[in-house]
């Protein structure tokens, strides 16, 4: 029976194993050009078999990190280590690294096949090896019958994969994907994403793929290392990074979230009262250590609130925070709302799970939102 790949990532935690050793260790990095620094002495390891996600916005420094790693750029501090061996001095093709460009960079004027075998040639490997592992790759992308084509002749999807095979069919110890499916359209960047994920489970290399790409991360990696400017503000898998973020940076990066300010009016135990402008008082469970006064962030996703009309009863337990709606959006599988409470602006997002509502929400209706307890994250950074 095979195990699929969904039941082998949900039992893959290596970086939770203290016996294991990373593969690849960033240890305190730093890169400047110039007066300006990319990477802040950053220490970050990566184990054999992730497909691990660099993410953040343009100039954090996630390319960097890549460039550092596939020997295209130099350390100004710090040592990048793979298996345990410094890579300083080692140039990039004597490196068990290879790279996919976002532009796939394939070679107009060569077939698929060719394209593919490219690697393998440069390094002279015997000719009946070469026809063998280049079939061996095109089979499993799914492009065995379009060999004899070139790549004008293919769609973005396609040429995508020719990309993807030259660069496994050197049998790399990590893969490198620079924003690997920014070319294509969004249904498409869907599918391969799992394409992806099944892909890499088979094959066993660690991905170390680079994106500015929320859902993208999301989806395919099994750790995230956010970044802002040079630093990793935090590294973990999609759903810790979700609904636990360590930082209102990493909170507000990733997907939509309703952040108030406050500060801590009391502390019992592992439950403070924190004093808020616009929820008033929110009772919540923490195990950060607090000091009445203290400013700190509540937060928590729209999908975790509730809309209620003026007049509809409150769940027990739950938080109340009366507003305005003052912007809709339908996306279709879900309706979100923007609600003007007293000096802020929070969020609602409410599933359309019927084909239609009687009477629905509208611009200007007075609501409250209401919160569980639970669904409070509390932010000291």
Same mark, same amino acid.
């Given at each position: 029976?095979?195990?699929?790949?969904?039941?082998?990532?949900?039992?893959?935690?290596? *970086?939770?194993?203290? &016996?294991?050793?990373?593969?690849?260790?960033?240890?305190?990095?730093?890169?400047?050009?110039?007066?300006?620094?990319?990477?802040?002495?950053?220490?970050?390891?990566?184990?054999?078999?992730?497909?691990? &996600?660099?993410? $953040?916005?343009?100039?954090?420094?996630?390319?960097?990190?890549?460039?550092?790693?596939?020997?295209?750029?130099?350390?100004?501090?710090?040592?990048?280590?793979?298996?345990?061996?410094?890579?300083?001095?080692?140039?990039?093709?004597?490196?068990?690294?290879?790279?996919?460009?976002?532009?796939?960079?394939?070679?107009?004027?060569?077939?698929?096949?060719?394209?593919?075998?490219? $690697?393998?040639?440069?390094?002279?490997?015997?000719?009946?090896?070469?026809?063998?592992?280049?079939?061996?790759?095109?089979?499993?992308?799914?492009?065995?019958?379009?060999?004899?084509?070139?790549?004008?002749?293919?769609?973005?999807?396609?040429?995508?994969?020719?990309?993807?095979?030259?660069?496994?069919?050197?049998?790399?110890?990590?893969?490198?994907?620079?924003?690997?499916?920014?070319?294509?359209?969004?249904?498409?960047?869907?599918?391969?994403?799992?394409?992806?994920?099944?892909?890499?489970?088979?094959?066993?290399?660690?991905?170390?793929?680079?994106?500015?790409?929320?859902?993208?991360?999301?989806?395919?990696?099994?750790?995230?290392?956010?970044?802002?400017?040079?630093?990793?503000?935090?590294?973990?898998?999609?759903?810790?990074?979700?609904?636990?973020?360590?930082?209102?940076?990493?909170?507000?990066?990733?997907?939509?979230?309703?952040?108030?300010?406050?500060?801590?009016?009391?502390?019992?135990?592992?439950?403070?009262?924190?004093?808020?402008?616009?929820?008033?008082?929110?009772?919540?469970?923490?195990?950060?250590?607090?000091?009445?006064?203290?400013?700190?962030?509540?937060?928590?996703?729209?999908?975790?609130?509730? /809309?209620?009309?003026?007049?509809?009863?409150?769940? &027990?337990?739950?938080?109340?925070?009366?507003?305005?709606?003052?912007?809709?959006?339908?996306?279709?599988? *879900?309706?979100?709302?923007?609600?003007?409470?007293?000096?802020?602006?929070?969020?609602?997002?409410?599933?359309?799970?019927?084909?239609?509502?009687?009477?629905? /929400?509208?611009?200007?209706?007075?609501?409250?939102?209401?919160?569980?307890?639970?669904?409070?994250?509390?932010?000291?950074?």
């Amino acid at each position: 029976m095979t195990t699929s790949p969904g039941a082998v990532r949900s039992a893959f935690a290596p *970086w939770d194993d203290p &016996a294991l050793e990373p593969l690849v260790v960033y240890d305190g990095v730093t890169k400047r050009y110039g007066a300006e620094t990319a990477v802040d002495d950053l220490t970050l390891k990566i184990y054999e078999r992730e497909f691990f &996600a660099l993410l $953040g916005p343009s100039g954090c420094g996630k390319s960097t990190l890549m460039r550092l790693l596939a020997g295209f750029e130099t350390p100004t501090a710090g040592r990048v280590l793979l298996g345990g061996r410094d890579l300083a001095g080692v140039p990039a093709h004597r490196r068990p690294v290879n790279m996919m460009f976002q532009s796939y960079a394939l070679f107009p004027h060569m077939t698929v096949e060719k394209n593919v075998a490219f $690697g393998l040639t440069m390094e002279k490997l015997p000719k009946d090896e070469i026809r063998e592992r280049v079939a061996a790759m095109l089979k499993l992308v799914k492009l065995d019958s379009y060999a004899g084509r070139k790549p004008h002749q293919l769609s973005g999807g396609q040429r995508q994969r020719v990309a993807l095979a030259r660069a496994l069919v050197k049998r790399p110890q990590v893969l490198l994907l620079d924003e690997p499916l920014g070319a294509l359209d969004r249904k498409l960047r869907e599918e391969t994403q799992f394409e992806l994920i099944a892909l890499q489970q088979r094959l066993g290399v660690t991905f170390v793929v680079v994106t500015h790409d929320q859902d993208e991360a999301m989806t395919m990696a099994t750790r995230i290392a956010v970044m802002d400017k040079g630093r990793v503000a935090q590294v973990a898998p999609p759903p810790v990074i979700y609904e636990a973020p360590a930082t209102r940076y990493v909170a507000g990066f990733i997907g939509d979230i309703n952040l108030i300010e406050g500060k801590v009016a009391a502390v019992a135990g592992a439950c403070a009262a924190i004093e808020t402008e616009i929820a008033g008082r929110v009772e919540i469970e923490t195990a950060e250590s607090l000091s009445v006064g203290q400013a700190v962030a509540v937060a928590w996703r729209p999908e975790k609130t509730r /809309i209620l009309r003026a007049a509809e009863p409150v769940p &027990a337990g739950r938080l109340v925070i009366s507003g305005i709606v003052h912007d809709i959006g339908y996306l279709g599988d *879900w309706t979100t709302y923007g609600v003007e409470a007293g000096a802020g602006k929070l969020r609602a997002a409410v599933a359309n799970a019927a084909r239609s509502v009687e009477q629905p /929400i509208a611009w200007g209706e007075v609501v409250r939102l209401a919160v569980a307890p639970d669904a409070f994250v509390l932010l000291t950074r």
